[in-house]
């Protein structure tokens, strides 16, 4: 039996990379990965322990904590030290502070590590801001998601939580430009298009349509790599 595909999501936060990386993992019968709520689940560890501006003990908390992901029936489960936080991490205030986690070098260089892990064997759909270019360099497909600032604002705006109502759609349209500057600037895999990356804009089309498309590019891959679905 051929190989089966390691297929690499990245792009800007609210382009749709998490919604179309777990339809089409299902389509395909693949493992998601979300690795963006890898870093968020760090981002809610440093506010419970109140240590979000004490870099070095974030980085140990993190050594000293286990962090894991389970996917089933079309759902990812966050767990840290065996509790699931899967809520708590899309509040506002972990998304206004998850970027500024991120470029802590050596919190990437673990979750990175395990993310390498979790995909090695292929049959994966991986999500992020730096797969396709750090942590799968060699995948067999890259996409790059990207969308008007204000569409990825609106879509943001309806994930917020019930408890964060009180933030507006131009809170979270200046919270996006910051991570998009903070992401694309830091010196440690800043977001970026893969050279050899297929890019989609989302901003007006739908979320079938863009699995489609993508689909579409994974069938046309694997038949010229000769590997299977």
């Given at each position: 039996m051929s190989k089966k595909m390691i297929i690499a999501i990245d792009g800007y936060a609210g382009a749709g990379k998490s919604t179309t990386a777990k339809l089409?993992?299902?389509?395909?019968g693949y493992l998601y990965i979300d690795t963006g709520a890898m870093y968020r689940a760090v981002t809610y560890l440093a506010l419970q322990?109140?240590?979000?501006?004490?870099?070095?003990?974030?980085?140990?908390?993190?050594?000293?904590?286990t962090l894991s992901l389970q996917y089933a029936n079309g759902v990812t489960t966050v767990f840290l030290n065996d509790i699931d936080i899967t809520d708590k991490i899309r509040s506002a205030e972990v998304n206004s502070n998850v970027s500024d986690i991120s470029v802590i070098e050596e919190?990437?260089?673990?979750?990175?590590?395990?993310?390498?892990?979790?995909?090695?064997?292929?049959?994966?759909?991986?999500?992020?801001?730096?797969i396709a270019t750090t942590v799968f360099p060699n995948a067999d497909l890259k996409i790059f998601l990207t969308a008007s600032i204000e569409q990825r604002a609106i879509r943001r705006l309806n994930e917020v939580r019930p408890s964060d109502g009180k933030i507006t759609l131009n809170d979270i349209r200046d919270n996006l430009l910051k991570r998009d500057d903070i992401d694309s600037h830091r010196e440690i895999s800043p977001l970026r298009k893969a050279d050899?990356?297929?890019?989609?804009?989302?901003?007006?089309?739908?979320?079938?349509?863009?699995?489609?498309?993508?689909?579409?590019?994974?069938?046309?891959?694997?038949a010229k790599k000769g590997l299977s679905l």
């Open positions: 089409l993992a299902q389509k395909l322990k109140n240590i979000l501006q004490h870099k070095t003990a974030i980085i140990e908390s993190v050594k000293n904590s919190i990437r260089t673990e979750l990175v590590k395990k993310q390498q892990e979790m995909g090695a064997n292929g049959a994966v759909v991986m999500e992020g801001r730096d050899d990356a297929t890019e989609i804009d989302t901003s007006s089309i739908t979320i079938d349509e863009q699995v489609e498309i993508i689909y579409n590019k994974v069938k046309e891959t694997a």
